[in-house]
């Protein structure tokens, strides 16, 4: 990426789908299918996608829950990753969600994802709870690190 590529983010529309999933599947071992993601935008969720130069390189999904917003979802396509694309897609989750009424901000985070773990605690995100067994895992099931942040 360079200066002067153009980063846009977008609400994702049911014709990138199948782009959004097929990126998911790149980055996730258990992604969710496309049903998923079309679900969570006809359910109304704040679901937006990052473009640089053009290209699909991230999504973010994330459910209102009436003063909370829950953040389902959040990918940054492998080739992209170490750019700071995801710390200004989280940066804009949650502007969205306090734009749209949210106080505070909850989400689940594999331990192994020690990436993802770093960034939210970058961010202020405090640990709140685990999640026994929460994700399937190739041994098994893995528990999820419940996080949480007041958005001010």
Request: charged share 20%; aromatic share 8%; net charge negative.
């Amino acid at each position: 990426m360079t200066l002067n590529t153009t980063v846009e983010f977008l609400p994702m529309n049911l014709r990138e789908i199948e782009a959004v999933a097929a990126l998911e599947a790149c980055v996730q071992q258990f992604p969710w299918s496309a049903g998923n993601f079309a679900d969570s935008i006809k359910a109304g969720h704040s679901c937006w996608v990052i473009r640089v130069g053009g290209d699909l390189v991230g999504f973010h999904i994330v459910m209102p829950v009436l003063d909370e917003a829950h953040l389902l979802n959040l990918a940054i396509a492998p080739a992209q990753q170490g750019q700071g694309l995801g710390a200004r897609l989280l940066r804009q989750a949650m502007a969205t969600a306090r734009e749209n009424g949210a106080a505070s901000m909850l989400l689940e985070v594999r331990p192994s994802n020690e990436q993802a773990v770093k960034l939210y605690r970058h961010f202020g995100f405090q640990e709140i709870g685990r999640r026994r067994d929460y994700y399937p895992s190739l041994t098994g099931r893995e528990d999820a690190l419940v996080f949480r942040k007041e958005l001010d």
